[in-house]
Structure formats: structure tokens, C-alpha cells
Antibody, heavy 117, light 110 residues
Framework: EVQLVESGGGLVQPGGSLRLSCAAS????????MSWVRQAPGKGLEWVAN????????YYVDSVKGRFTISRDNAKNSLHLQMNSLRAEDTAVYYC??????????WGQGTLVTVSS | QSVLTQPPSVSAAPGQKVSLSCSGS????????VSWYQQVPGTAPKLLIF???KRPSGIPDRLSGSKSGTSATLGITGLQTGDEADYYC???????????FGTGTKVTVL
């Protein structure tokens, strides 16, 4: 059974940091581009970042460039998102996604990040 | 603000057909394949269509996708109450070097 389990979400003050993790199982993690997609409360989907199968290429949405860093560990089937200088507008459910845009994507259930004082 | 524009809402009676549009540009829809996702509030999105018109296994043929120029369309025939959800288009944008989702369309079954 394919599973993507996110962790690390929670409440953080503006300007603070948080590290999200995603544990993958049930599929060949190293063969998928991996992404983080977020959804602010009551809003639509927003792609945040992705990383190539071997981690050599990474892309980010403009609003998080310089603040967020995506990384992966294929030996541990894990994906991470280091989030620094957090803002209120970063408040969202963050989904870990394997193969966004492909014909065989896998989505986690999401972890809530709340940025508030 | 998304670069892919979708109507905020569409509605129709059970058994009817709806068409959901997704409008973009040459840097996204015009030159990259489109996917469509269904999201029931509180749950993760589910893939309905990939590569413009292909259905993953388990998706019924009353759902269809098409693309023409810089626009894409998701069609749903034989509308059911279970189709009530939010629908998003998505594709890669070669200018932004980013995956982009549409603004989303809420489908209501009257």
C-alpha cells in the first residue's frame, strides 16, 4: 500500500522556522519527482517546490524562494521542507506529493502549518 | 494569483453534463500537458485526468479531458451527487519553472 505521511507541522510565530518531513512507503521513491503542495484555509491549491528523482534539480514558487529549501533522502525514502522566515501567508495544509503532473501521483494527507503570534 | 483561470462555480441537475474550463497561456497549457484533480473538502486531491485526456485506472469514462491551444476542458456527463467537489487543473509553466494549479471550480449538483 502506498503511503506518504507528513509530519512536523504546528504553530510557529512569524519569522520562525519549521521543518516538515514526509515518510514514503509502498512505491519506488527514488523514481519519482517529489513535491510539496499547500492549501491555505478556504483557498485553492498552490505548488510550493519540487525535487528531481536524484535531488539534482529543485524548483520553487517565487513566494518561497530564499526562505524554503526542499531536500530528499532516497536511502531513507524521505522528503523534507525546511521553512525559514515564516509569514502569516504561509499558513496552510502542506501536502507531500509524488509525481505531481504524472499519471500515477501519490498524495499524503497533509500537515497543518499555522504562522501566528 | 494563479496563471490558470477557472470559473469559480458551475452547477447542474443530476444526470446533466458540465464542462469546466481552464484558461492559460503558451508558457503553460499551450506547451505542456494538463492534469485535472478533484478535491472533496478536508481530503487530499485525486487525479482524474492526466496528459490532457488520459484517465487513470478506476476513473469512469463519463469524465473526459481535452485541450485546444491555451485552454483545457474537463467534461463530466451523467452528473451525480458524488461529483460535488472542487476541481483544479494543473500543468507545468515553462517560463516560471513552476507547476501551476488553476483557481479551482466548485461543482454543485442541484
Amino acid at each position: 500500500e502506498v503511503q506518504l505521511v507528513e509530519s512536523g507541522g504546528g504553530l510557529v510565530q512569524p519569522g520562525g522556522s519549521l521543518r516538515l518531513s514526509c515518510a514514503a512507503s509502498g512505491f519506488t521513491f527514488s523514481k519519482y519527482w517529489m513535491s510539496w503542495v499547500r492549501q491555505a484555509p478556504g483557498k485553492g491549491l498552490e505548488w510550493v517546490a519540487n525535487t528531481k528523482e536524484d535531488g539534482s534539480d529543485k524548483y520553487y514558487v517565487d513566494s518561497v524562494k530564499g526562505r524554503f529549501t526542499i531536500s530528499r533522502d532516497n536511502a531513507k525514502n524521505s522528503l523534507h521542507l525546511q521553512m525559514n522566515s515564516l509569514r502569516a501567508e504561509d499558513t496552510a495544509v502542506y501536502y507531500c506529493v509524488a509525481g505531481v503532473g504524472s499519471g500515477d501521483p501519490h498524495w499524503g494527507q497533509g500537515t497543518l502549518v499555522t504562522v501566528s503570534s | 494569483q494563479s496563471v490558470l483561470t477557472q470559473p469559480p462555480s458551475v452547477s447542474a441537475a443530476p444526470g446533466q453534463k458540465v464542462s469546466l474550463s481552464c484558461s492559460g497561456s503558451s508558457s503553460n497549457i499551450g506547451n505542456n500537458p494538463v492534469s485535472w484533480y478533484q478535491q472533496v473538502p478536508g481530503t487530499a486531491p485525486k487525479l482524474l485526468i492526466f496528459e490532457n485526456s488520459k484517465r487513470p485506472s478506476g476513473i469512469p469514462d463519463r469524465l473526459s479531458g481535452s485541450k485546444s491551444g491555451t485552454s483545457a476542458t474537463l467534461g463530466i456527463t451523467g452528473l451525480q451527487t458524488g461529483d460535488e467537489a472542487d476541481y483544479y487543473c494543473g500543468t507545468w509553466d515553462s517560463s516560471l519553472n513552476a507547476y501551476v494549479f488553476g483557481t479551482g471550480t466548485k461543482v454543485t449538483v442541484l
